[in-house]
């Protein structure tokens, strides 16, 4: 019964890769950009979200929204500010800009608030295991599963129900027939980080919630595992990123499960280097019409 403990906390921790990873497939699935600052991003909603509770008194759930307004109104900031003039630029001028950026969050934070790390509250959410089928599931858990996949399908109606989410298709599809369609492709990619960043600053605090403990550069290894589980469902389609980010979350507790913790990180690597080898258009493939 240890095993179903096990894949309930590793879908839980995948719904979290599975939130940042979204941010980073929409923005590709725009505009071709592979946005490393996206995981700190992440990291600035985790903080945002802490001061929130613990500074202003806030519950979970406004400061949740708190965190994913205000990293929304971030990600803009950011496209604006560093990749809007990059448009027509090459690949490697956009790659290193957003690794500038990366850096420049990282140290700015650190240049802000110093680099000690902070604890969330222990009392945001009600902590209780109950028994199924023999093993012991955290409240906790499910209650962070349930809010992650609650955000993924109302993700999911913006996309396919709101007249933004019909712009943000038809400009990944083809970007000048938007254009000549009357689509305002500027704010179209503006509502696309808008809404990436606002899911990873949900992530961000949940994740906070989930681990307690979080420091400024706590956005590299979740924002590249992220990357990695969008690369495994086929980078700029939605759909692939939750499932990648929750094959990634069960793998990272099965190996820890049989005794290789020291080994959770670099399974998401080796990952990687397979579905690259071997599939490198990710599980759902680059033939599906899906691009956003």
């Known amino acids: 019964m240890e095993w179903l403990q096990q894949l309930i906390n590793g879908i839980s921790l995948g719904s979290i890769y599975a939130l940042i990873a979204l941010g980073y497939t929409m923005v590709y699935g725009i505009i071709k950009l592979i946005n490393f600052a996206h995981g700190d991003v992440f990291m600035v909603g985790a903080f945002v979200g802490f001061y929130a509770i613990k500074g202003w008194g806030l519950g979970f759930f406004p400061a949740l929204l708190f965190s994913m307004a205000f990293c929304a109104v971030f990600g803009v900031l950011i496209e604006r500010i560093a990749y809007k003039r990059l448009r027509n630029a090459t690949r490697i001028a956009a790659l290193i800009t957003a690794i500038g950026m990366s850096l420049l ?75 000549l369609m009357g689509i305002n492709v500027d704010r179209t990619i503006s509502y696309t980080f808008a809404i990436g960043s606002a899911l990873a600053g949900a992530a961000g605090v949940i994740f906070g919630v989930y681990y307690t403990k979080i420091e400024p550069l706590m ?28 094959i990634l979350g069960v793998v990272e507790s099965v190996v820890s499960a049989m005794g290789f913790s020291l080994w959770r990180d670099a399974a998401a690597f080796i990952i990687l280097i397979l579905i690259l080898i071997f ?10 019409r899906e691009k956003v």
Do not use: C
Request: glycine letters at 14%; hydrophobic letters at 50%.
């Open 219 to 246: 956005g590299i290894i979740p924002g590249l595992k992220a990357f990695v589980a969008a690369v495994l469902g086929g980078i700029g389609i939605i759909p692939g990123a939750m499932v990648g980010g929750l």
């Open 105 to 179: 969050i990282e140290y700015g934070v650190i240049y802000a608030r110093g680099a000690q790390p902070e604890a969330y509250p222990d009392n945001v959410l009600p902590s209780t295991s109950f028994n199924l089928f023999g093993a012991q599931i955290s409240s906790q858990s499910l209650f962070i599963l349930a809010v992650s996949v609650g955000l993924m399908i109302i993700l999911q109606f913006i996309v396919h129900r709101t007249k933004i989410g019909k712009a943000m298709r038809a400009v990944s599809h083809d970007m000048d027939a938007a254009k």
């Open 279 to 288: 599939r490198p258009s990710g599980i759902f493939g680059k033939n599906t």
